[in-house]
Each structure stands twice: as C-alpha cells, then as structure tokens.
C-alpha cells in the first residue's frame, strides 16, 4: 500500500506530498483505489486551472529539449511548470527506463518546476494508466502548466490530445522525409506544429519542411474552425523561436478560455473518461467471479480449438453471467 497523503499540504504545494499522491492514484491495490478516490474528490475542486499541453514528436526532434526550454520560458514568466513524462516501462519489472529529469536536467532543478517519469505499465496508447489523475494533482498543488509528453508510439497521440486542451507537434528539419514520416491523424490532432533544430546548417531544410508543413495544413481539415494551426521555426538549443511558441500556445489557450470552447472541451473529455473509468470498473468486477473465470477458461478453450466464434464466445459468457457481479 501507498504512504498517506495530506491534502492539505498538496494543495500548499508540497513536492513530496504531491509526488505520494501520485504512487498513491498509480497503484493498483484495492485499498490504494478507495483511497485515491478519496484524496481526488477532496482536491478536485483546486484543479482545472492549468494550461494542460500535450506534445509528440518523432524520435530525434528534440521533443524533451524543446519542452525543456518552453518549461524555462514559462518559468521566467512567472509559472510553476509539471512535467508528466510517460516512460517506456520494462516488460519484466515495469520501471521506467529514459530518466526524464536526466534529459531535462537544467528545469529539474528549478524550484518552480516538477518532472515526473509515469511509467506506461504496458499499457497501450502511449499513456499511463491514471495519468489524467496525475495531471489533477499537479493542478491542485499549483501548476498552472502542465505538459504531458508522449511515449510516441502507435496511438499515444490520440490518448494524449484526449487529456489536453493544446497539442503541439515537434517536427525536424527532414523535409520530405519528416513529411512521410508524420501521419495524417497526428497532424489533425496537432494545435501547434514547431519545425525544431532551426538553426546553423540546418535552417535552409527546417524552413521548407516548415513551408511544407504549412501547405498540408492548409490541405487537412481544420480541428478548429476559428483557429488556423500555426507552423513556427524553432531551436530548442539556441533558444531561437521559444519566446514565439510560448507566446503562440497562451494566446491560443486564452482564445479557447474566453470563448467557452475550452469548457466544452473538457467536458467532452471528462465524459469519455468517466465511460472509459466505468468499461474497465465494470470489467475488472465481471471478472472478480470465479464462476466467470472457470467459464472464461471453457470458452477460451473452444475458441483456441476454433470450434466456437468470438462473438458466439462473448453472448455466452453474458448469458451465463449477465450481472458484472458474476454469478
């Protein structure tokens, strides 16, 4: 079982009531539930008042320099930043493998910031488990940015932009091969699009993947229809172009605020994560039954010989049992 939490000192800010909350809302143990419940309830109504960003990027963009230099840039203006990095996990022990406080070393140490690696457990989607539970502490305990950082893998980006009212895309200098390279989903979902490593010998090819960029935006359907996605030049190294994003991702998330369409938003994603929270609540009591399990295993068994259909196999399993109490 997770260490107690005291609500009050998360709500004043303290780091490490705060980091106990999050192993507390991450584990697994039926106690720890009853308790996270609990903690959440009582620190809700402090939420909600972030900046919640998500961002993705292929592999060697610079995405973590990049949010590490958006992070000092926020700071500098006067925000507390978290940082919710979800991590590749081991398939054997389940730990967290990359040490973002590693690869953000300089916004680590800064007293108004705080990383935390989530490990994704094996869970498809790119997402931790609970991490829009994380991201609910992190608002209450007073950061008014949070960024949640993708795996970068399969659907992550779809899971992530469900969790965010902003997603920005990172994209390298590679011109027509970054262009093959990015799906047309992920460019649906993205708010923002920064062309990074803008800069020595590799501005010339980041100003046409930029212009590339812009050309395929114009060509998708937009995501909003009073918003054009921005595609801006950045160096994550040099500093160049980070005032500018910044600058771009607040007036975007106060033109959401002020034109109610940020409350839709998340409303919208709270229902879906209250269905999805039912799906699995009501799964994970279906099968809680022995008499569930031991028909699981009879049918598991028929569709391995292929003598019994999947669907066939699900309506008998819900015949037998039809309450997700069991029977």
């Known amino acids: 079982m997770a260490r107690e939490v005291d609500a ?6 303290n780091r490490r009531d705060l980091a106990r909350a999050i192993t507390l809302v991450e584990s697994s143990h039926p106690d720890d539930r009853a308790r996270a419940a609990a903690l959440l309830e009582a620190v809700i109504p402090q939420a909600g008042g972030s900046v919640r960003l998500g961002v993705t990027g292929a592999p060697g963009s610079g995405k973590s320099t990049l949010i590490e230099a958006l992070g000092l840039q926020a700071v500098e203006e006067g925000r507390k930043v978290a940082v919710i990095a979800v991590d590749p996990s081991s398939a054997l022990r389940g730990g967290s493998i990359l040490g973002d406080k590693t690869r953000m070393s300089e916004l680590a140490r800064h007293t108004e910031a705080f990383i935390r690696p989530s490990p994704s457990s094996g869970t498809l989607g790119g997402v931790a488990p609970r991490t829009r539970e994380v991201l609910v502490l992190c608002e209450a305990a007073g950061f008014d940015l949070v960024i949640v950082e993708t795996v970068g893998v399969g659907q992550s980006e779809v899971a992530v932009a469900d969790l965010v009212d902003l997603f920005l895309l990172v994209a390298s200098p590679a011109g027509g091969d970054e262009m ?3 799906k047309r989903g992920i460019m649906e979902l993205a708010d923002v699009i920064a062309v990074n490593k803008s800069d020595g010998d590799l501005l010339p090819a980041a100003q046409r993947a930029a ?3 812009r050309r395929a935006v114009h060509l998708l359907r937009p995501k909003r229809d ?12 040099s500093g160049a172009g980070v005032p500018e994003l910044w600058s771009e991702i607040v007036g975007l998330h106060e033109q959401l605020r002020t034109s109610g369409a940020l409350a839709a938003l998340r409303a919208e994603q709270g229902t879906r994560a209250l269905r999805a929270e039912l799906r699995g609540a009501l799964e994970d009591r279906f099968m809680a039954s022995p008499a569930v399990r031991r028909s699981l295993e009879e049918v598991e ?6 003598t019994t259909d999947v669907t066939a196999a699900v309506e008998l399993l819900l015949a037998r049992h039809g309450s997700p109490s069991g029977g």
């Open 180 to 182: 093959q390279g990015i």
């Open 301 to 306: 068994q028929r569709v391995a010989d292929g």
């Open 211 to 213: 212009a590339d960029l």
């Open 226 to 237: 009073d918003l054009t996605v921005p595609v801006l030049l950045t160096s994550a190294l």
């Open 8 to 13: 009050e000192a998360l709500l004043a800010g």
